[in-house]
């Protein structure tokens, strides 16, 4: 009899291992279930789709079920809601088609992503105030503009998703107010990087940092009411944009250990204190490259990457889990926005390093070349061991591949005087001689010494 | 008495030296001479002045010299040319002003640059023929286009100037040939890149490959007339842009050695093997990071550095060169084409690897964000080791920085499968949830495997 591998959750993460270990085990059983109708869909694409960029909410799903079905041969079962993991029998419990069962497995992949973090306040129910994390939500959002042409939006939260759904809601022709509780956009950047983005968005919407939404009431119409400090703003919709936690529940419940970050504890291959129980994804802890230590990283790529790893194992072959620098980009209006590492020295000196920060600026083409754009460098470094430990870049253009080479330095343990001797590409239209990354990492040598 | 640095060549490695010297060792006697008018000049601006991009040639000199000269402190002394090196003396006799005389050194950079490769062929010497290689160069060819309204073009030359110049001249509304010896343009390239960047060209201009140029006449008028295998091109101008040759007879007859490349050789401090000798730049050899041995790479950036690092050691902080990959990126009308490493199976092999390679394609931005664009991505590994050892990449976006994720994986010996690995920032602007290096190094650990 063939050998079952379970999966929970069908998104990154879970359909990742799926196809993997289906490659990699042609005779193995395999089940996802899912507790919703998409499996395998780009979320990050989610703000596009709501201002418009993208047409259908489909064009989002990377890989349609009949395929993971057909030609996968993988048993992908959506509306199916695992309700118990049962360790000590090898069974999960699921309900759906209106029936409760209880499923063998021999490898278990626990995928069961995040959720957005819902500030408690008072009238945070309400109708006109959403969340975007799954498909659904974003429908809801782009139907919600289609058919009510709302003028005022709040959007809670600075951060990725929140600056974002800026852009998107700006575009629609929205007056957009962001309010963020820390002092700064952007917290995991450096704060000359979150500084030149708060200029930037303040152009065209309105940043309100350090400030904690008390409320939202309705007003006489149809309209909102938040309020903040002294402030009460109209609107009419409210975005909760403050971040995601990971989805431990029913992981807690089966005796699945959580890490120091509150998310699912896992070793290098994302074994699970249980046996033949793995976890992957946004529900799950990751090793982060520069401090060797448990990490919380809710992103795409992650998921993807250790869910093939995982299925690779379920499959017969071991593979470890890559280690994550926390690589980040994201678009804010005109600026590409990046980060790596631990780019900020608080961050750092709470990993233990002694850090030592510089941040550059220099133009993204040769001098004389037209139209050159700045780009701001942040970096980061250990004083003692000159070890770079992150960065941060902002800029019009030239931004969201240069990170890549600090993620890469990264990797491979460079110090800031390997930086500065990487031989990198240089052409008048693409970059300065000595390319912004190869400057900052002069000045920032200059610091050391 | 202080002791005396005198570097021959006032461009980019010898004026990176002096500067690197003065602020090194503010007491030092730092002399140069250069045997033209221009210093500190950016010839790789060349083209992009031609085409008008760039409206002054004097935009391209990066440092004028009365800030060398005041600001920094050195002798700095145009249309003075050394004639002989006397290492027993340690002296250059040097001609300038009418005069000849001979000046003595503690150390002596030789920075003397590269000449354009000229063909042998009868015509070479004609009028409407150029080539593009100093600032009065591109004087000459601008003035030339602006006064004469050239119509038709020939380009003797595939590679990074040919095809900057056949934009340039392309511009100007020029029915444009090039002719290039080899049977594909940009050698140095994958061959599956080459070809990208040929059907690119073909849609604008006429591209001959495997012709070599046999002669250029005069027809009756104005015009010349360019033979090659069967055919007889008429044109209104021809550039030469068949590569460069380092400038080693000044070196060579006071006894330094040339390396097996050609060019003159060095240690790892850029030393001669005369005691006190420099040389680095377009004349000088580097020591390539992935094969370990000398080559020879007349690029902008490792004149710089490396004329910067002898200039620390000359002030009395002594500083290794560092290795050079050979990166290099181009613009090539829409195209970006970029290099690094031993980016073709054939130089691998004859460096003594064992290569596989792979050439992938993906979008340069989430399949479902508008207007994504092509990337050809092609890596070079060696079988035994499983070590990326260089890579080709071209597209319409994205590339221009993606081969420095490459060229750091290289100066890190990195495995294929630890590029696999490298967490790479994602977002749906700027690429796909597996970067295409990530794809490519996927697919290329599949044949190593």
């Not at 503009?145 to 700006?170: H, N, Q, T």
């Not at 909102?224 to 419940?253: H, T, Y």
């Not at 005796?255 to 204190?273: S, W």
């Not at 250990?382 to 070890?387: F, P, V």
């Amino acid at each position: 009899m063939s050998k079952r591998f379970v999966v929970i959750g069908g998104d990154a993460a879970g359909m990742s291992a799926a196809s993997k270990a289906r490659r990699t085990d042609p005779d193995l059983d395999i089940v996802v279930f899912e507790r919703g109708r998409w499996v395998s869909y780009g979320a990050c694409g989610l703000p596009y789709y709501v201002k418009g960029a993208v047409g259908e909410i489909e064009d989002l799903v990377a890989i349609r079920p009949e395929k993971f079905i057909e030609e996968r041969e993988i048993d992908l079962r959506t509306r199916h809601e695992v309700t118990e993991i049962r360790p000590e029998r090898k069974t999960v419990k699921v309900n759906g088609n209106g029936q409760e069962k209880e499923v063998g497995f021999d490898k278990l992949l626990v995928s069961v992503g995040a959720s957005p973090v819902f500030p408690e306040v008072p009238g945070a129910e309400l109708d006109r105030v959403f969340t975007l994390h799954g498909l659904d939500h974003g429908k809801k959002i782009r139907g919600f503009i289609e058919e009510k042409s709302p003028e005022k939006a709040a959007i809670v939260g600075g951060g990725y998703i929140g600056i974002e759904m800026a852009e998107a809601l700006y575009e629609w022709g929205m007056d957009v107010s962001i309010i963020e509780g820390l002092p700064r956009l952007l917290t995991p950047f450096h704060p000359d990087v979150s500084d030149v983005v708060e200029s930037h968005l303040s152009e065209r919407v309105r940043v309100n940092l350090h400030e904690f939404v008390e409320g939202i009431e309705r007003t006489g119409g149809e309209r909102l009411e938040v309020s903040f400090g002294d402030a009460r703003l109209e609107s009419d919709m409210v975005i909760m944009a403050a971040g995601v936690r990971p989805n431990v529940g029913l992981a807690e419940e089966a005796g699945i250990d959580l890490g120091p970050t509150g998310a699912i504890a896992t070793d290098e291959y994302g074994r699970t204190n249980l046996p033949d129980v793995f976890a992957a994804g946004d529900c799950a802890e990751v090793t982060n490259t520069v401090t060797g230590e448990a990490d919380y990283v809710p992103l795409a790529l992650t998921a993807n990457r250790d869910g093939r790893a995982i299925g690779s194992t379920a499959g017969g072959d071991p593979t470890e889990l890559a280690e994550i620098a926390g690589t980040a980009v994201l678009k804010a209006f005109e600026l590409e926005v990046a980060r790596t590492g631990l780019a900020v020295e608080g961050d750092a000196r709470e990993a233990g390093f002694d850090p030592v920060s510089i941040t550059i600026n220099a133009p993204s083409r040769a001098g004389y070349y037209p139209d050159p754009k700045r780009i701001d460098v942040s970096l980061v470094a250990d004083e003692e061991s000159g070890l770079l430990i992150g960065g941060s870049l902002v800029g019009r253009e030239g931004v969201s591949k240069r990170i890549d080479t600090l993620a890469t330095a990264l990797a491979s343990s460079m110090t800031v005087s390997d930086l500065e001797r990487l031989d990198l590409a240089y052409a008048p239209p693409f970059g300065p001689t000595w390319d912004p990354l190869l400057t900052a990492a002069k000045v920032l040598s200059g610091k050391l010494a």
